[in-house]
């Protein structure tokens, strides 16, 4: 008969092999025998078969065959059996496979076992891979065994249990009444899984929380046994007495203690002697401390403790064990929010762990960098991270770049160096910039009025060498289409004024165009720019338009279509082009808001700023939202006009029969983000030249939108006039509207094309 | 709560491998190598704490590791877990390790990798901690052995005296070159030669 080779020798035989080709071989070779061995039913040798089969299912081979295989030993009568073949179970079933399921039984017979470890192998497969049936069928078998006698059990049942609680959410209040006396036992074990089931209950639900409570005391008692019991041999580690039950208790105190004041005072001496008396030399006393500056941080405790606690973290950044710094790091950052003085004492350790070489220690340091600047010390923490930014890894250099900038617009001390700061990360880290930064340094630009000239030399010095980096060259290029004029005039304030010509500037305009590096968006900005030049610069208009007319038969249907368009206005309309490419107009500037306690803006700063109502502190995302809609409607703002014009341009070409007979149906000019606008027309009674349009904005957002100035532009042949609004506040949930009546004048009553 | 626990060693050949979330085969294959990869590059004094949210579908979870000669050992676990602790879980796993099989060597974790999972078992149940002291984790393990011996053991023949069963490594122990630099306390080979 053929007997089953040892797994021994399997693993020794599969050892030999030198290449992963033989491996496979002999483990195919081993897998037909065992199949074989399977189908003859040999009840000797399957525990070895299966013990194989385990081995190559850890190595990476396929073992599913051996699934029902698993049963049956777990069937058997020997411990041994039932021993491999439950690992088995846990390593080769899920609860996916229909066939676990026959596994109740068995689980069932065996938890009433009359061996300990029988019922031990039950409850431990029972508790990693139960499914929520078998779960709910043995929910009963598993109380019972909470309150045995049995230690041994006892535990394991606890730690079960937690898993009947995670598969079957129903069952916790079955646990309920076994909980009763788990904390009275003296084994440390049954003291720790009850521990852990107590946590479990109170983070599921706010009633079992509740009722938990009044076991604080009792918690209180046992860790200060712990602490003050002396030494005891079975359960020291490195001279502190259970550590893995303290860091526990610790964490069920915290999970109690949260949004309650009683229980929070009851634990206050506790924490304060467990912070002032653990050993710190060795890992397991910092562990604890860890754990108890984090409940001190999270409960309402008094502010002696905090500080305390805060303190301990900075002893921790100071400490040499990388792994008590990076702890010690992301926990400040946790608390930042809350206790931002105390955090910022230990600002410069923090800032010095920008240059350690470890990865995880950078990020978080990077992140806590830039929860800790503020309007006073934003100087110097750029310059930090500035340096940082040069440095770092390139995973990192996209979320420091970003960060920057957010820093930047809140706190920057004057526009200059608003400016210089983002010089400073485009040009470092130009290409990892994200996408959505570009707009809003154009809008940033644009407001900073007398810096113009400055910003545009500075970009334009920075794209000389190098313009491969998009988001600068897309930038860069807005401005000198912008501002081009005070480039070639020679004027700046600020430094040293370059002399340029107007053929220089469009040849690095036209390098940008050609170049293989830019992406298709970045020539839109650099065709746009060329075209707006015209009406900026004297005498290269001729080399603009050839530009402009190559470009109309370009592959790129976008950049075909601008230069098609540009192409147009300097050919028929080329009496519109200086008014259609004027400066832009500085666009409503809305400042975010900062953290509530520091927000220090030197006078300096631009008094363009549109003072915004914070939003309570409550509504803080809501409000968040109500700003970037603020946001998009400044850039919407033209493309409001535009619509406009469009409207009134038509209704100047209509004839008149279409008037008397339909009358322009009223529109909806803008309708996103909750903020809708409607336009109604009308010829004025009195000039038939003159279109009366009233807008009505309404607002189905919950929270008011304050401060809503309407601005309206058009081309230089028409006259405006803004009548005044009803009010600048629109209520929410719709409950009212602004209107506001606006008078258009067509003196010439030409038609305007459709392009305008 | 532990995700999963692994053991392999400098090459990246798993020593033990155990999930506490259903994975299927290939993928759990891919995590292994992937945390391989990850903690090879780690140099001795970064500290032992790695994210690896992707790896493990869950932006929660961390790995921590500890190198002990040859052996990797890596428990990843979620934020529920103190890191500072599972360090010190991994210390005393190592020492149960150590005390079961007498001065643990790779060698021990090859040819009783149902032992090691025995043992794991006595540690963790289901991705939670169950036991911490060392002692009662050997005496239950240990209990446990002696059951089996007692009904005659994997190899279902009647067991002799282990040390005559950890004789028949011995003529193999030369010939296995890929053990590297571990320490291995092996019986003086003269009594049995």
């Not at chain 1, 609004?725 to 030409?750: D, E, H, M, R, W």
Request: proline letters at 3%; a negative charge; one cysteine or more.
């Amino acid at each position: 008969m053929y007997v089953p080779g040892r797994l021994r020798e399997l693993i020794r035989t599969i050892r030999t092999a030198r290449t992963q080709a033989e491996e496979r071989e002999m483990i195919q070779k081993e897998c037909a025998a065992i199949r074989s061995s399977f189908r003859e039913e040999d009840n000797t040798y399957r525990c070895r078969n299966v013990a194989k089969l385990l081995y190559m299912h850890m190595l990476g081979y396929p073992a599913h065959f051996g699934q029902l295989e698993c049963l049956k030993l777990i069937a058997s009568q020997k411990f041994t059996d039932k021993r491999i073949g439950y690992l088995g179970a846990m390593l080769l079933l899920d609860e996916r496979q229909d066939v676990h399921l026959l596994m109740t039984n068995c689980i069932k017979n065996d938890l009433n076992h009359s061996t300990q470890y029988v019922q031990g192998l039950a409850l431990c497969t029972l508790g990693c891979m139960g499914s929520s049936e078998m779960c709910r069928d043995l929910a009963g078998e598993v109380e019972k065994l909470l309150k045995t006698s049995n230690s041994y059990l006892r535990k394991k049942a606890a730690l079960c249990a937690v898993h009947v609680i995670r598969k079957v959410p129903e069952l916790m209040e079955m646990f309920l009444p076994a909980t009763k006396n788990l904390l009275n036992e003296k084994n440390h074990g049954v003291l720790h899984t009850s521990v852990v089931l107590l946590t479990e209950m109170c983070e599921r639900s706010p009633d079992m929380l509740a009722h938990f409570r009044k076991l604080v005391p009792q918690l209180v008692r046992i860790l200060k046994n712990l602490i003050m019991s002396g030494y005891s041999p079975e359960h020291d580690v490195s001279g502190i007495s259970d550590p893995f039950l303290q860091v526990r208790i610790l964490r069920l105190l915290r999970i109690l203690g949260r949004n309650d004041d009683d229980s929070s005072e009851a634990m206050n001496d506790i924490l304060a002697q467990v912070a002032t008396n653990t050993e710190t030399s060795k890992n397991v006393g910092n562990a604890i401390l860890y754990e108890t500056v984090l409940t001190i941080m999270d409960i309402k405790s008094e502010s002696g403790l905090r500080v305390l606690a805060i303190n301990i973290l900075g002893r921790f950044l100071l400490n040499n064990d990388k792994n008590i710094r990076y702890v010690a790091l992301t926990s400040l950052l946790k608390t930042v929010q809350t206790d931002h003085n105390a955090v910022q004492r230990h600002r410069s350790t923090i800032v010095d762990c920008l240059k350690d070489l470890d990865v995880s220690i950078k990020r978080r340091a990077m992140e806590l960098s830039f929860a800790l600047v503020n309007g006073n010390n934003v100087r110097g923490m750029m310059k930090e991270l500035l340096y940082f930014l040069d440095s770092c890894e390139p995973e990192f250099k996209a979320d420091c770049a970003s960060g920057i900038f957010l820093a930047a617009e809140k706190y920057a001390p004057s526009k200059r160096w608003h400016i210089d700061t983002i010089m400073r990360v485009l040009t470092t880290a130009g290409s990892y910039v994200r996408d959505d930064a570009v707009p809003n340094l154009i809008q940033l630009i644009t407001n900073s009025v007398e810096m113009h000239a400055y910003t545009v030399q500075r970009l334009y010095k920075a794209i000389l060498g190098d313009y491969s980096q998009q988001p600068l060259v897309q930038v860069a290029s807005w401005c000198i289409g912008e501002y081009g004029d005070l480039l070639v005039s020679g004027q700046c304030e600020e430094e040293e004024p370059i002399q340029v010509t107007e053929d220089e500037v469009l040849d690095i305009l036209e390098s940008i165009l050609i170049s293989n590096m830019s992406a298709s968006v970045t020539r839109g900005y650099a065709l746009t720019a060329i075209m707006k030049l015209s009406t900026r610069f004297t005498c290269t208009v001729n080399r603009i338009k050839k530009v402009v007319s190559i470009y109309g038969s370009s592959i790129d249907v976008e950049l075909q279509q601008r230069a098609v368009e540009y192409n147009a206005l300097f050919k028929k309309y080329d009496h519109m082009r200086p008014a259609l490419l004027e400066r832009m107009p500085v666009m409503e500037k809305v400042t975010t808001n900062g953290p509530t306690e520091i927000v220090q803006t030197n006078g300096e700063t631009e008094p363009a700023v549109l003072e915004t109502k914070p939003p309570p502190s409550g509504l803080q995302p809501a409000g968040g939202s109500m700003l970037n809609l603020q946001k998009s409607l400044c850039l919407d703002v033209m493309e409001m006009t535009s619509v406009m014009l469009r409207m009134v341009s038509r209704f100047c070409k209509s004839p008149d029969h279409y008037f008397f007979s339909a009358g322009i149906p009223s529109i909806t000019a803008y309708n996103k983000n909750g903020l809708k606008i409607d336009f109604t027309f009308e010829r004025s009674n009195t000039n038939p030249s003159v279109t009366v349009i009233t807008i009505q904005a309404s607002n189905s957002t919950e929270l008011d939108m304050t401060d809503f100035v309407f601005q309206a532009a058009v081309p230089k042949t028409f006259q405006l006039q803004l009548l005044s609004p009803s009010s600048s506040v629109i209520p929410a949930f719709n409950s009212g509207t602004i209107t506001q009546v606006i008078k258009v004048l067509n003196p010439q009553k030409v038609s305007d094309s459709e392009n305008s | 709560m532990i995700n999963a626990v692994l053991v392999f060693n400098n090459h990246g050949k798993p020593r033990l491998v155990r999930f506490y979330q259903h994975l299927a085969e290939e993928v759990q294959q891919q995590l292994i190598r992937e945390t391989f990869h990850l903690v090879l590059k780690r140099d001795e004094h970064i500290c032992n704490f790695l994210e690896c949210g992707s790896l493990f579908g869950g932006a929660d979870y961390k790995l921590i590791y500890r190198h002990y000669a040859t052996l990797y050992f890596v428990f990843c676990v979620d934020s529920s877990e103190s890191e500072l602790g599972i360090l010190d879980l991994i210390q005393v796993f190592v020492e149960t390790l150590d005390k079961c099989f007498e001065n643990v060597c790779e060698l021990d974790l090859i040819f009783h990798m149902d032992k090691v999972h025995y043992i794991l078992q006595e540690v963790v149940i289901g991705g939670m901690v169950l036991e911490t002291n060392m002692n009662e984790i050997v005496a239950q393990a240990e209990a446990q052995n002696k059951l089996e011996k007692a009904e005659g053991g994997l190899s279902a023949a009647p067991s002799r005296a282990v040390s005559a069963v950890k004789n028949i490594n011995l003529p193999e122990i030369p010939r296995n070159i890929n053990i590297g630099d571990i320490n291995i306390k092996v019986p003086s080979l003269s009594q049995f030669m």
